[in-house]
């Protein structure tokens, strides 16, 4: 997990986004190449310059790239807000709106509703331009609330 963190950015997120970087090197999220822009408050934004090797056979962006981009940014804006905690998806819904072919995939994400053991999200993936291509839902159980 790279990290471009803007200026504004606070100490206790750039070290939150150094802890979760070490981590993310070997796992799937370095494999695909996805990177977080920022994190606040609860809002992140991550994006994924799109390469070949993310394209399903038609030579579009793979859903389960769009996936793994929304779950992961909703996950990371659930763990922002319990950073002492471990959370895990218990639910995703996605709508795939258009296709992509090349460029930047930009995700928002934002928390809807918080409470003691389950975090709301929603995330929207879009193009440098503010095209929508996919948006979703998701449920985060937070471990050891």
């Known amino acids: ?24 090197e070997q796992s799937f999220w370095g494999y695909i190449g996805g990177e977080v822009q920022t994190l606040g408050d609860g809002h992140t934004e991550v994006f994924l310059d799109i390469k070949p090797h993310h394209m ?10 769009y996936a ?27 709508n795939y709106v258009s296709p992509i072919k090349e460029g930047r995939l930009i995700v928002t994400a934002d928390i809807v509703h918080e409470s003691r053991n ?4 929603q995330a929207f993936a879009r193009s440098e331009d503010g095209k929508l291509y996919a948006f979703g839902t998701g449920t985060f159980r937070i471990l050891g609330a």
Request: net charge neutral.
């Open 1 to 24: 997990m790279s990290s471009s963190m803007e200026a504004d950015s606070s100490d206790k997120a750039k070290k939150l986004i150094a802890k979760w970087a070490a981590a993310a």
């Open 56 to 65: 399903n056979l038609i030579g579009i962006l793979h859903g389960g790239v």
């Open 68 to 94: 793994t981009l929304i779950d992961s940014a909703m996950g990371l804006v659930a763990m922002a807000a319990r950073p002492d905690n471990a959370v895990v998806t218990t639910n995703l819904n996605l």
């Open 118 to 121: 389950m975090i709301s999200t």
